[in-house]
């Protein structure tokens, strides 16, 4: 290196955690635990934001053949959404997001150049 300069730390990127999940209980234990991690290691962390929910709605006949009263069946499927934002290298983000994730919960990081 050359005199005077000091070593660089590597830049610091903003990264952006998606956190999607049926069951609100694993979802909202793998944002604490991403948060946790992240203010551990002193990082600028912003979240979690909570989307709105979808719900996906399925209303079918009770009947297999058609006969008889028409009773129906309403299901429901509720998706929930947690955004988490980080200023951070890239290299300190593989470890905050190398804890033990939930079933069922699918995590997705993007990562974007200041």
């Known amino acids: 290196p050359e005199k005077g300069m000091s070593l660089e730390e590597p830049p610091n990127h903003r990264i952006r955690i998606t956190l999607t999940s049926r069951n609100l209980k694993s979802l909202e234990k793998v944002c604490t635990d991403l948060i946790h991690g992240a203010k551990a290691k002193e990082l600028d962390v912003v979240g979690p934001v909570r989307l709105p ?9 009770k009947t297999p053949c058609g006969e008889g009263s028409k009773t129906w069946d309403r299901f429901e499927m ?3 959404k947690r955004v988490i934002d980080l200023k951070s290298p890239s290299e300190t983000v593989k470890q ?4 033990s994730i939930e079933p069922g919960v699918e995590v997705e990081v993007t990562i974007a150049d200041n």
Request: no cysteine.
């Open 53 to 61: 929910n979808k719900n996906l709605k399925i209303t079918t006949r």
């Open 78 to 80: 509720k998706i929930h």
């Open 96 to 99: 905050i997001t190398s804890i």
